[in-house]
């Protein structure tokens, strides 16, 4: 399903016409050298091309602290995904998977997430390596990887009420 909208053998997809109301702002573009699906990484590697992480001038301030050798998370919308599909055929093969047991681009919410590091920053614009989207794909959020903070202590049992969500 990845390469194409066309429905495959055993796939299926959803007739949805729900409101898209999450109120998400694209921060920036990321740009990237594959211009097509079929050409892009599965997934990125941090021994990966150089990408450029281009962040909108509102938002430039943000990237004040971050240091050139970070290890970011990068989020982004694969903004030419279809997000009808619920059975997917990844292999074209006949045999299914439902969509949230994968990480292929194709979902209802096309929210993407890599590892990337920052090789250098040039004022709004960062250089990374660990990306395998599209060039233009649009940027949602960069934050610090998840490793380089220590869960606090779990709350005792007794700190929890019935009804706390
Ligand atoms: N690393 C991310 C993750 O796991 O959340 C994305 C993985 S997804 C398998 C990566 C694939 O999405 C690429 O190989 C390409 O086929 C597709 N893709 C990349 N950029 C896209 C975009 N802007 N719109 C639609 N599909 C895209």
């Not at 091309?49 to 989020?75: K, N, S, Y």
């Not at 194709?106 to 989207?133: H, M, Q, W, Y």
Request: glycine letters at 8%.
């Amino acid at each position: 399903m990845t390469n194409t909208d066309e429905i495959r053998r055993g796939e299926s997809a959803v007739t949805w016409s729900g409101a898209t109301d999450a109120g998400l702002v694209y921060v920036g573009r990321i740009g990237t050298p594959w211009f097509d699906t079929r050409d892009c990484p599965r997934h990125g590697r941090l021994d990966g091309q150089l990408c450029r992480i281009e962040v909108f001038d509102t938002w430039v301030p943000a990237l004040r602290d971050l240091a050139d050798g970070a290890l970011l998370e990068i989020l982004y919308w694969l903004h030419r995904s279809r997000r009808d599909v619920l059975l997917q055929s990844p292999r074209d093969d006949g045999t299914t998977r439902s969509v949230f047991s994968i990480r292929s681009p194709l979902r209802p919410n096309p929210i993407a997430t890599s590892i990337v590091r920052l090789e250098k920053r040039e004022d709004a614009v960062l250089f990374v390596r660990g990306l395998d989207c599209l060039d233009g794909t649009p940027l949602l959020d960069i934050k610090p990887d998840r490793t380089d903070f220590v869960p606090l202590a779990p709350p005792k049992a007794a700190d929890f009420q019935v009804g706390d969500a």
